[in-house]
């Protein structure tokens, strides 16, 4: 009994490495922005069984794999580089970077990330650890509930929106070795391109892309770890994805 008392205590440690799992997920459901912004949404569900009549619920649902918070495959935008199912799971759990341009969007709305930017997140955490996900948190989540503000299209038919300037990604994905860009807007690329160039650098780096992500203000801007869990679609070029921050 003393040393079953004993061995008892010696798995008391704390279990949890974690203080909090922060949700960097917005609910996938018809009325979220879509990137054509149509009214009719790219998403449905309908219900197969029903509680009542079946004894079960369950429903049907089918959506584009861009929509939504969700993963961008390098498939995307670069022949024969990683679809959804290929990219490595050590790639999905890694140190998570949020670097806050909010002051700069307010000013700007094609604002994007520069170099500078990732110079002034350094000089405050120190070096963004190698093969990190980055994420650039830009307040854009705010508009989630309006499709017409979050793509805020303009007169010349382009959406304006913030991103990452190609020196900014090619800085994190060449010298910081980056595995994933992440952002709460629909696009890594500032909205008022035609070219991706972010997408084009990216893809062909097998660098993957997490786009309209949620809760951004929640996570400290270094030192949590980020979990990436897209449905794993087979060839998919995307997917939606469950995002999720470990504080510790
Ligand atoms: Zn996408």
């Given amino acids: 009994m003393p040393l079953l008392l004993a061995q008892h205590k010696l798995v008391m440690p704390e279990q949890n490495e974690f203080r909090a799992v922060i949700d960097l997920t917005h609910n ?8 054509e912004g149509t009214e009719d949404s790219p998403y449905q ?9 079946d004894g079960y619920y369950s429903r049907v649902f089918a959506t584009q794999e861009h929509y939504g918070t969700h993963l961008d495959a390098p498939a995307h935008f670069a022949a024969g580089a990683w679809t959804v199912d290929q990219i490595p799971a050590e790639h999905l759990v890694r140190p998570l970077v949020i670097v806050d341009m909010r002051q700069q969007v307010k000013h700007d709305p ?9 110079a002034a997140w350094e000089d405050a955490h120190g070096v963004i650890p190698s093969g990190a996900v980055v994420m650039a948190y830009t307040g854009w989540d705010e508009r989630w509930n309006s499709q017409k503000s979050f793509r805020n299209e303009q007169a010349d038919h382009l959406t304006h929106y913030p991103g990452f300037s190609l020196a900014a990604a090619k800085f994190l994905v060449n010298l910081r070795q980056a595995v994933g860009l992440g952002i709460d807007t629909m696009s890594v690329d500032v909205g008022a391109t035609e070219t991706y160039p972010v997408h084009v650098f990216t893809s062909r780096e097998n660098v993957y892309h997490l786009e309209n992500v949620a809760n ?4 400290p801007p270094a030192g949590a770890t980020v979990v990436v869990a897209p449905t794993k679609l087979e060839g998919g070029s995307g997917a939606p994805a469950r995002i ?3 504080v510790k």
Avoid: C, F, H, Q
């Fill in 28 to 35: 996938l459901n018809d009325r979220s922005p879509n990137w």
């Fill in 45 to 53: 569900a309908k219900e197969l069984g029903n509680l009542e009549r």
């Fill in 110 to 118: 094609d604002y994007a990330m520069t170099v500078e930017d990732i």
């Fill in 216 to 219: 951004l203000a929640l996570v």
């Fill in 244 to 246: 999720l921050a470990l």
